[in-house]
């Protein structure tokens, strides 16, 4: 089964950026795209650079996201230099985690079979053959997907449909037939004007204005990207002095080649104008902040771009600068600040970089700060910033990438790539990049082949990311050549490890045994060399083994051991993980309070931090405890929300697989005591729960029934505003239709509104609603 996090709300299957300025023009594109979409399962936007292509798909992709209610994503292939990796970067947009060995095709094929999907495939253009290949091989696999593809030349296959999206329509030549009026109603000067409003607020066109206006937009050939590249120069300049200005620079096109485009030439000028209006430092820190793929922060400015001509003090500065003339866009992010350059401009300060000679030193600085923000990322794991790494992490796996492309592609620096890749393991495991974690490690094991420190360590780790993808032996061989360079070297830090992952083999091959041996073995060692990491999840392994065993009070004593060293070190990955184990010790000798306690304190951390494993572990033991108790119908709906959990994680309890057993336990109790058509229904409802809604239930400590009215928002929680309304009209006694036509909207809402309810309520009938509403009322 395909590895993905299960996502049924809008804010995960509905994947696209929001529109942070408005959309202009394009009513006939936007209707031809949807009408070639409804046709074809693959279209493709094509044009000239800069020409609004990607602002087309997405726009589309809005309008049309109910047609498609398995998914619309964007993934962008911008920052994408390696070919090899096009699967898997649509495997992370769609938050697919490969727990099982299988390529990512096959993994987005299995998950996207049954599904009305789209996603859009945004710059094709530099991936053209492998973009055909990937596409073509997609549609087929999958029936009811639809691609919209961006990409400057078509990607040439048969299923394809294509539609050139030519520059904005111009003004007329015969400005004195219009008005300033009807002259803004032409897009380009439309999308002018818009822009040059946002930088000049009391900006208009006039009589005295508009013939250089269109002039301007005349010059700039209704380009999209130019025109909002010119219209931030009204900062400071006029449309008439920004008129002759680009007439000046457009002189200059006649030394171009003259089989380009004229609108690539005309983009070119622009940016080549943009580039001169820059100071000398600016002009420097544009070329050098170029090697950065997927954006960069102030200190990456500083650490990589400066030196030879820029001062560390001065990168604010030329940073502010760039971002003033619209080179870098700002981006917030939570406690900080980003910068991005749009495609087009870093391809042009490559260019310039190339052509300085120092292309090569720039991307070894890149290397050098992005290997060292890895190791020190790895040294501060266990500790109180552990969560705000992993963000940052996220957040910098373009630009990790590209620093693992280089240390692989040069030589001699292949041992510095391996180092990297292991020390982001935790970025690899908690991320959506288990599979491409593998790959760099198994790609560093073919190349540094000598029995060193860094070999032996790579190994161990990359048999942890084997074994959590179910791969037992692949991970049993890499860890017997492990033990061995670790008996070489007489590293006893690196045969805890072994023992440690070990002894996770023994319990895959059902040997719970030789598990907890080996389990006390790496304690010993990790505690022996102060190692809190390797200790704690030791400790873990030792305590759910010992439960599995039937050795309760020893589990319980591991796990409170590791919690612990966990809460020493302000640590809260492993603890959580911890919180899990230590729960099912307690559920094991009846303490279901405090197991309940636990298991939602970890249930808490792990949907925080996005981690749909531990999360799955969670809900299985609220699930035990809540059968155990004889809540069977809330017993039943964990049930049905794990089938979707488990569906999406590729296995049930990938990784704990010994823990099965409870949950067939668990199974047939609650089976048993609802009967077979109670217990089919409590699971569908809880099976047609969205993620976000299931979580939200398992960490209920009563029925939502139960809930309270909100009177300060109008409405009965946990109900909406709009859901309480509709209750009160089901109470009422009124049909969908009746509901619909009261509140002007369409029956299918209505009826999507009330499933909604149902599902929230724990319901099976409008009656159950009606008294639900009836009895909270009276309370009030």
């Known amino acids: 089964m ?27 594109e936007l209707a031809e795209v949807k009408r070639l979409l409804a046709a074809s399962r693959l279209v493709t936007l094509t044009g000239v650079g800069g020409v609004g292509k990607t602002r087309l798909a997405l726009r589309v992709a809005a309008e049309v996201r109910r047609i498609f209610p398995d998914g619309v994503w964007l993934v962008e292939l911008a920052e994408l230099e390696n070919p090899k990796l096009l699967a898997q970067t649509v495997a992370e947009t769609l938050e697919i985690r490969d727990y099982y060995s299988r390529s990512p095709l096959e993994a987005l094929a299995d998950y996207l079979n049954d599904r009305h999907a789209l996603i859009v495939l945004d710059n094709c253009e530099h991936l053209l053959i492998e973009c055909a290949m990937f596409t073509d091989e997609l549609v087929h696999a999958v029936p009811h997907l639809r691609i919209l593809a961006t990409s400057r030349q078509a990607l040439g296959i048969s299923s394809e449909q294509t539609l050139s999206l030519a520059p904005l329509s111009l003004p007329t030549q015969y400005l004195s037939l219009v008005s300033a009026e009807s002259l803004v109603e032409c897009d380009a000067v439309r999308l002018f004007t818009d822009r040059a409003v946002a930088v000049v607020p009391d900006f208009a066109v006039t009589d005295a204005n508009r013939e250089a206006v269109a002039a301007v937009c005349r010059r700039l050939d209704g380009i999209p990207l130019a025109i909002e590249l010119a219209a931030v120069r009204l900062r400071v300049l006029s449309v008439e002095q920004l008129l002759r200005r680009l007439e000046d620079r457009f002189r200059l096109l006649t030394a171009g080649s003259r089989a380009a ?50 001062a560390v003090q001065s990168v604010l500065d030329l940073v502010t600068g760039l971002v003033e003339k619209s ?24 260019e310039r970089l190339a052509a300085s000679g120092q292309e090569a030193v720039m991307q070894r600085r890149h290397r050098d700060y992005y290997r060292l923000l890895s190791a020190e990322a790895h040294a501060e794991l266990f500790g109180p910033k552990q969560v705000a790494w992993f963000s940052r992490l996220q957040r910098e796996h373009a630009n990790l990438r590209t620093a693992l492309e280089y240390c692989f592609s040069e030589p001699g620096e292949a041992g510095a790539g391996l180092t990297m890749a292991v020390d982001l393991r935790y970025h690899w495991i908690t991320g959506f990049y288990l599979g491409e974690g593998r790959r760099w490690i198994d790609l560093g094991l073919t190349m540094e082949t000598e029995p060193t420190e860094v070999r032996g360590r790579a190994l161990w780790a990359g048999a942890w990311l084997s074994l959590i993808q179910g791969d037992c032996g692949k991970a049993a061989a890499m860890l017997e050549e492990s033990g061995t360079v670790a008996d070489r070297l007489r590293n006893d830090a690196m045969r805890a490890y072994v023992a440690l992952y070990s002894g996770m083999v023994a319990m895959c091959r059902g040997d719970p045994e030789s598990a907890t041996r080996l389990y006390r073995e790496a304690a010993d060692g990790h505690r022996a060399h102060g190692n809190p990491v390797g200790l704690a999840l030791a400790l873990i392994r030792l305590s759910l083994a010992y439960s599995y065993r039937g050795e309760v009070a020893q589990a319980i004593a591991a796990a409170e051991e590791s919690l612990a060293v966990c809460e020493a070190y302000g640590e809260g990955w492993h603890q959580a993980y911890t919180k899990m184990a230590l729960g099912i010790g307690l559920w094991k000798v009846g303490d279901s309070a405090r197991a309940a306690e636990l298991e939602k304190a970890s249930l808490r951390f792990n949907r925080s931090l996005d981690d749909p494993l531990g999360a799955g572990v969670n809900l299985e033991v609220l699930a035990w405890i809540a059968a155990c108790e004889k809540r069977y119908e809330r017993a039943a709906r964990l049930l049905g929300i794990l089938e979707t959990v488990w569906r999406a994680v590729g296995a049930p309890l990938s990784g704990f697989g010994h823990l099965v057993c409870y949950h067939k336990e668990c199974e047939s109790r609650v089976l048993e005591a609802l009967g077979e058509q109670a217990f089919r229904a409590a699971v569908k409802r809880g099976a047609r729960l969205p993620y976000d809604d299931a979580v939200a239930y398992a960490l209920q400590d009563e029925a939502p029934s139960a809930a309270p009215r909100d009177t300060s928002a109008g409405r009965l929680a946990p109900l909406t505003r709009r859901e309480t309304e509709i209750a009160t009209l089901v109470a009422q006694g009124l049909s969908n239709k009746d509901i619909a036509a009261a509140l002007v909207i369409s029956q299918r809402t209505a009826e999507g509104h009330i499933e909604h309810i149902l599902n929230k309520l724990g319901f099976n009938s409008r009656a159950q609603v009606a008294a639900w509403l009836s009895e909270r009322t009276r309370s009030t």
């Open 327 to 350: 080179v870098l866009a700002r981006e917030d992010q939570p406690g900080t600040v980003r910068y991005r350059l749009l495609e087009t401009i870093r391809q042009y300060g490559k």
């Open 2 to 28: 395909t590895a993905v996090l299960p996502r049924a709300s809008k804010r995960r299957l509905n994947v696209l950026p929001a529109e942070v300025t408005s959309f202009v023009g394009r009513r006939h």
């Open 261 to 310: 485009l004229p609108r690539q030439r005309t983009l070119r000028a622009l940016i080549d104008w943009s580039y001169e209006l820059c100071t000398e430092r600016e002009r420097l820190l544009w070329q050098r902040v170029s090697v950065f793929a997927g954006g960069l922060d102030l200190d990456a400015a500083e650490n990589v771009c400066a030196g030879d001509g820029i």
